[in-house]
């Protein structure tokens, strides 16, 4: 088991560097944990780190989430989480003592990212949102802000700790060696998959359709119908619905380049013409603006191609697989020059791990469509084309799936999972060089912990 111990550390590591999913939402935990009192339940402060703060919440939120997991249960693993969010909350203290700053513009656009996808979760709706968490869209907005805000200090102060740590292959072979045999993970069945993807181009004509219907809407606005519900009815941007296409107050360099430029076109007040970005046609409204900032509304409508725009990219990926099945062109090849895919045209065209490694585990990390594909595939094939929407912009387009290799089943060694045991190893020097960091810094900040946690020996 120390390999997976070792494979825990890295994701510890992780938790602070990454998503920091408990941090980013404390009060998701709010009202389910802490001491109640009259029928209510309370939060409580179990950690303070000069004026950061630790909520028993987020200890217990982060703990279910290690649970679900399908990590065992333990007071050790408990307290494992809370010396990481302690250590979290040292390199945000360490980062402001040290003058280390993140852009307004970074927050914010980070915070509007997630408040999205939050909403999303709640069929993008702000009154449900609300209702759950008995706080307003705006109260968990500014919570959220200030959240992402100490979550992107720790990731540049962790960059700043381990930003010059490598690591060599006899190191590598170190770290594998001292893994006892029986401790080595055994590997169900890898493939290295690869996909082309050809979005369908949006003819002239269904172009002209959009933005007719945005002309429409602006007329209707201008002759004194409600934004706020015109919004909600029509555009097509998930957030509508909770702020009416009210986008807040942006600075430069936050929204795509064509939305920017509009914002500082406009006159307060003034409503433009159609415009296109990548994600579709808007008309926007400017509400205000204070230097570099600026705070706007639209509407969003996406022109949607036809079916033959559709058939004219699959027409595309039959002649290019003709070409790849007939020697003319790599796979490899096709997909780093052709693929309207940015995710894996840059591995040309491989599907990857969270390492970064081509060998992806089929029952865990491969998207599910992609497996019924391969599922009906022989190794060394390539799909016909298929319907897909892609994952950033859910635009319409097509895609062939090429099934290259199937690794069967295995235990972890160093020629299949080379790649696995390097991500492991360095993961371990840094979380050593971190850990070595923690002890010297937390010399030079205010920790106090609660009693009931004094157990969990984070300060000795």
């Known amino acids: 088991m120390r390999f997976m111990k070792m494979l825990l550390r890295r994701t510890n590591l992780r938790f602070w560097v990454g998503s920091l999913a408990v941090l980013l939402m404390p009060w998701a935990a709010l009202g389910q944990s802490g ?30 989430s290690y649970l679900t997991d399908g990590n065992p249960g333990s007071e050790e693993a408990k307290c494992n989480l809370l010396n990481r969010m302690v250590m979290s909350k040292v390199m945000v203290a360490k980062a402001e003592i040290d003058s280390i700053i993140v852009t307004d513009i970074e927050v914010d656009q980070n915070t509007s990212q997630r408040m999205q996808i939050i909403l999303q979760n709640y069929g993008n709706s ?34 700043r700790i381990t930003k010059d740590i490598t690591i060599t292959p006899s190191e590598i072979k170190r770290f594998y060696n001292k893994i006892p045999s029986d401790s080595l993970p055994f590997y169900s069945a890898d493939a290295i998959i690869g996909q082309i993807v050809k979005t369908a181009k949006v003819s002239p004509q269904q172009k002209a359709k959009t933005k007719a219907q945005l002309e429409d809407l602006r007329t209707r606005f201008l002759k004194g119908e409600n934004w706020n519900e015109l919004a909600k009815k029509y555009s097509e941007d998930p957030s509508a619905r909770a702020n009416g296409g009210e986008m ?19 006159a307060k007040g003034e409503v433009s013409h159609p415009f296109e970005s990548q994600y579709g ?5 400017l509400i205000d603006r204070r230097g570099n900032e600026y705070n706007s509304r639209h509407i969003l409508i996406k022109a949607e191609p036809s079916s033959d725009d559709i058939a004219r990219a699959r027409f595309y990926l039959d002649s290019l697989s003709r070409k790849i099945k007939k020697d003319s062109i790599t796979f ?13 045209k840059g591995h040309n065209g491989f599907f990857t791990d969270a390492d970064g490694g081509t060998k992806v585990a089929i029952d865990k990390t491969l998207d599910p469509a992609v497996y019924f594909v391969i599922d009906t595939m022989k190794v060394g094939h390539l799909s016909k084309p298929l319907p897909y929407r892609t994952k950033d912009t859910q635009q319409e387009a097509v895609r062939v799936i090429y ?58």
């Open 126 to 159: 702000q009154e449900e949102l609300e209702r759950s968490y008995g706080k307003t869209f705006e109260q968990l907005k500014a919570e959220l802000h200030d959240q992402i805000r100490e979550q992107l200090l720790a990731r540049e102060m962790t960059e």
């Open 248 to 266: 807040g107050y942006f600075g430069r360099g936050s929204m795509v380049p064509e939305y920017e430029a509009m914002a500082f076109k406009l």
């Open 281 to 285: 046609f808007h008309i926007m409204q």
């Open 403 to 460: 099934f290259k290799a199937k690794l069967p089943p295995h235990q972890a060694n160093l020629k299949d999972d080379w790649h696995r045991i390097q991500s492991a190893a360095l993961a371990e020097k840094k979380d050593k060089a971190v850990n070595k960091w923690f002890v010297k810094s937390r010399q030079d900040v205010f920790i106090n912990i609660d009693p009931n946690f004094k157990g969990c020996k984070i300060i000795e």
């Open 35 to 64: 001491d109640k009192d009259n029928g209510f339940v309370l939060d409580k402060i179990i950690a303070k780190v000069d004026n950061y703060i630790v909520l028993k919440s987020e200890l217990e939120s982060a703990y279910q």
């Open 332 to 344: 490899e090849q096709a997909a780093k020059l052709y693929s309207d895919d940015k995710d894996t």
